[in-house]
């Protein structure tokens, strides 16, 4: 009996434990996928209409469907090949989170999580199916789901329905007009928002650079990055690039300011002019040369982040 009651007590105690284990890795595993802030703040130009939510379903069953399941629990069909849960869309940590964050992760994806921005181009269906993720119920079917989308068969109702559809097709030109707009906010959107994040890793090269800080420095640059300084040798590679500023440091202290004219977006690729305007001051007798530099770079994204890719200045 004694030694039944330990057996027993040295089971549950080993169930606990792989228990602990398992929900601690998957919470890991959730918390692992960081929106930036600014990405969460990203607008949604997409309002929550019939229409949209009615696209954004048609959406979803064509691409989501298979692994996250009708009913958006994370159960279809796929969802037991992959290693990764799809998550759990009618879970109130997922609807805690702001369209930014949802549309991000849908844009970017990560690991089973296809990336769609190349399968669904229009910014504006992805925010669709943003809309539609919101209608999936909210804590196991307690709540009613905030847009009603099945299709109701009452025949009055279809009548109505018929005339409605009629006045839309005469509005389909003035509709037509509003997506394009609307496509084009949410363009501006992204690509605004893209543009903050490659400013915001201009500026921590220039904080580098006036904090003299190499090692700070290797992280702005992609790890095969090209730097061509203005008459010297080319340098190739972070590793490089961070060991000329090493030198570089030992006689110079800069004081300079990164300040961007133009910046272009070619999907991963980014190319940004700009200036370098500041002095240096040289360490052994602290006389000071002014600087004044034009500036081009091309940025390249990697697994969400923005670095410099090539950089040069003259
Ligand atoms: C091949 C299977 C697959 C397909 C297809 C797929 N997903 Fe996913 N999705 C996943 C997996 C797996 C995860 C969890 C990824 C992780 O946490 O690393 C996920 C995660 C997500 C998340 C984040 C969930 C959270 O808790 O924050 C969102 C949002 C999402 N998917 C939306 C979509 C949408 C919308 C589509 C269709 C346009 C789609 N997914 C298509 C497998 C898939």
Redesign the pocket.
Known sequence: MKNKNKVLVSISAFALIACSFSVSTYLQ??KD?VVSESAKKIKNPVKTSDESVKSGKA??AK??K???GAGGKGDGS?SKE?D????DFTSSD?QE?SDGS?FY??NEG?????S?KKK?TDVEDIWA?VNY?RTFDRGGNKEKPKVIVEEKKDPKEEAIKKTKDAEVKKDEKKTLVEKKDKAVVAADSISKHEKTSIALVLKHFEEALNASDSLKIMTVFDTNAIFMPKQKITVGGAIQINDYYKQLFKTNQLNLMISVEATELSNDFAFVRGNLIGERIFIIDNHKAPEENSLFMVMKKTKGEWKIYYSMYN
């Open positions: 595993s959730k996928w959406l979803y691409h989501c298979s692994c996250h796929k992959l990764t849960p799809c998550g997922f989170q949802i992760k849908i990560r690991k089973d999580m296809p769609f669904i199916i993720a």
